[in-house]
């Protein structure tokens, strides 16, 4: 099973536990369910302070709130614009281009079954960018062209610009 539907998957479940809780008379089942919900959210990429306020207050709307930004995640209001110097940008770009050419690299070195090498181009067209620089860094080099926002902070090179 692919990561993408695990992950929708894992975000089905954490509806339903969310809507659990919501409904539930049961206080033991309750209780199961943030203990659930709480280990689900923990593999998501959500807001790591307000996502551990959440659980410790036991928060139910504050719940129903974190799961509705996975759920839809380009409903999210953009946070303000944050400036990024020419530089920096520069620095994240050289240092993207170089793993996506070592991640392509990599890929096309791999062994077959004969001991050799395939001898095949890699499908390599995107990848998570590295956390090296924040959010916000990569996001300005998407609006500059420079990247394309594949989603799910996944990028890729534009068309005209390979790696090699």
Do not use: H
């Given at each position: 099973m692919s990561e993408y539907h695990q992950g929708m998957n894992a975000l089905q479940k954490i509806r339903q536990l969310t809507d659990q809780i919501r409904t539930s008379t049961n206080g033991l089942e309750v209780v199961d369910a943030w203990a659930l919900a709480e280990?689900?959210?923990g593999r998501m990429r959500v807001d790591a302070v307000e996502a551990q306020r959440v659980f410790k207050e036991k928060d139910g709307a504050g719940l129903d709130a974190l799961v509705t930004k996975l759920e839809n995640p380009q409903a999210t209001p953009e946070a303000p614009a944050v400036e990024v110097?020419?530089?920096?940008?520069?620095?994240?770009?050289?240092?993207?281009?170089k793993r996506i050419k070592l991640s392509r690299l990599n890929d096309e070195s791999k062994l077959g079954g004969?001991?050799?090498?395939?001898?095949?181009?890699?499908?390599?067209a995107s990848m998570e960018a590295p956390k090296d620089y924040s959010r916000h860094v990569w996001r300005a080099l998407a609006k500059a062209g420079k990247?394309?926002?594949?989603g799910h902070g996944f990028y890729a090179l534009p068309p005209e610009m390979p790696a090699d």
């Open positions: 280990r689900l959210i110097s020419e530089r920096e940008m520069n620095d994240a770009l050289r240092m993207f281009r004969r001991g050799m090498t395939a001898g095949k181009k890699s499908d390599i990247l394309v926002d594949e």
